[in-house]
């Protein structure tokens, strides 16, 4: 059966994109919205609005229970699956690092200084709790040791995660690498285990997926019934705030090409234009990645070696405008909350957004899953990104077009300040 019949036989519902899922369902939440009072409802109606939440709640409860056992096999999967060379594979994890740091600070610094949170109120009275925690080194060495192997999984303990993934991934890949040299196969049922535990993760996180639709249209339309419009005038101050954010780090990109590379940044724009558009359009940093290939050996004219490392390789771990956008809404909704992020919290958001792009190109909507994480790792109600969604599937395009923009860099940078000549060619 090929992919159109397939399409064919789908529920109607099923073959209408989630973009346009979601779009549907905020114009019904906000028909709703308004006939059960637009922020003056009758207080008979308390009970059904309060009801109309649940969905969302249902849908953030399963992202949370999903979040850290995925992002623990995709990191796995990441290292295992990835063939990073020596010398150049240092380099790499140096460029990745440091666009990566980059773009959370720029987040942070366009969040701390255009404060979007403040332009309007989303949470009801009574509900803004979050944790305030101080920086305290010590105290997050102490803590980053989890007690058992499995608490962080039930925990959620984003701290623990990071140091246990990262742990079994060294150590993992390099068992790999010592039985690839005897030219042993014995780790290659462990490898396909990995792989089919991220699959299997993956799977149940689609079925998730497909309800957010169901989610964006209980707390738009509860929101608009209870507080009217006024709430989401900080959603648009955000949305603001973001591309700004993701602009400076273009600028940033641009800045790295013309001063570390032979290419000169009006033709890297160019010669992207195809690879940025693809991205802009499905989404997915995975799926624009022969796109992002053949742009940067064809159209840049790159060597293949440096355009695979940045494309192929680099891809899997580097998500800068993922990592942006999840530290610009971990601030955006404490400010909304009125109990911002002092320096501690923020520098745990730093970490985690890190730690949660690492692999994060392969899982759909990543974005949206990691973002749990983070909330928790900061004491944030998680129930606030169910209202994140309704302006996620555009800001979501925009990251991953700088997702792709940050490949193409790093091919840029490592290829070096010579362009390569005929023989090459």
Not at 8 to 15: F, G, I, M
Request: hydrophobic fraction near 55%.
């Amino acid at each position: 059966m090929n992919e159109t019949q397939t399409d064919q036989t789908r529920p109607l519902w099923q073959r209408i994109p989630l973009t346009l899922q979601i779009v549907i369902a905020l114009i019904i939440a906000i028909a709703i919205g308004i006939a059960l009072g637009a922020g003056n409802p009758n207080p008979a109606n308390k009970a059904l609005i309060n009801n109309l939440a649940i969905p969302a709640e249902m849908v953030l409860k399963a992202l949370r229970a999903l979040a850290t056992p995925l992002i623990l096999v995709a990191v796995l999967h990441t290292f295992l699956t990835t063939n990073i060379p020596g010398t150049a594979g240092r380099r790499l994890a140096v460029l990745l690092v440091t666009n990566t740091l980059v773009a959370i600070f720029i987040g942070l610094f366009v969040a701390n200084i255009l404060r979007p949170g403040t332009w309007g109120s989303l949470a009801d009275p009574g509900s803004t709790q979050a944790a305030n925690q101080n920086l305290d080194p010590w105290s997050l060495i102490r803590d980053a040791v989890p007690e058992a192997v499995l608490k962080p999984l039930v925990d959620n303990n984003v701290i623990q995660l990071i140091v246990l993934a990262l742990s079994f991934g060294i150590v993992l890949r390099a068992i790999k690498s010592e039985q690839v040299a005897q030219g042993k196969t014995g780790f290659q049922p462990i490898e396909d285990v990995i792989g089919i535990l991220f699959e299997a993760v993956t799977r149940i996180l689609n079925w998730v997926i497909i309800l957010v639709p169901l989610a964006v249209f209980g707390i738009v339309s509860k929101t608009v019934a209870l507080q009217g419009f006024a709430p989401f005038k900080s959603l648009f101050a955000f949305i603001l705030a973001v591309l700004l954010a993701l602009v400076l780090q273009a600028c940033y990109y641009l800045t790295r090409v013309k001063i570390g590379s032979w290419v000169k940044p009006l033709n890297f724009l160019q010669g992207g234009a195809d690879a940025f558009l693809t991205a802009f359009s499905t989404s997915s940093s995975a799926a624009t990645m022969p796109v992002t290939f053949e742009v940067l050996q064809e159209k840049i004219g790159l060597r293949e070696s440096s355009a695979a490392l940045g494309a192929l390789v680099g891809a899997n771990f580097n998500n800068d405008g993922t990592a942006l956008y999840e530290a610009m809404s971990a601030l955006f909704i404490s400010q909304v909350l009125g109990q911002n992020l002092n320096l501690g919290q923020q520098f745990i958001v730093i970490l985690t957004s890190i730690f949660a792009s690492v692999g994060a190109a392969n899982i759909p909507n990543a974005g949206l899953v990691t973002m749990t994480l983070v909330f928790t790792s900061v004491g944030l109600p998680t129930q606030y990104i169910a209202v994140l969604v309704t302006v996620d599937w555009f800001l979501d395009r925009c990251r991953t077009a700088i997702n792709v923009m940050g490949d193409m860099t790093v091919s840029t940078l490592l290829d070096g300040k010579k362009p390569r000549s005929l023989d090459e060619a």
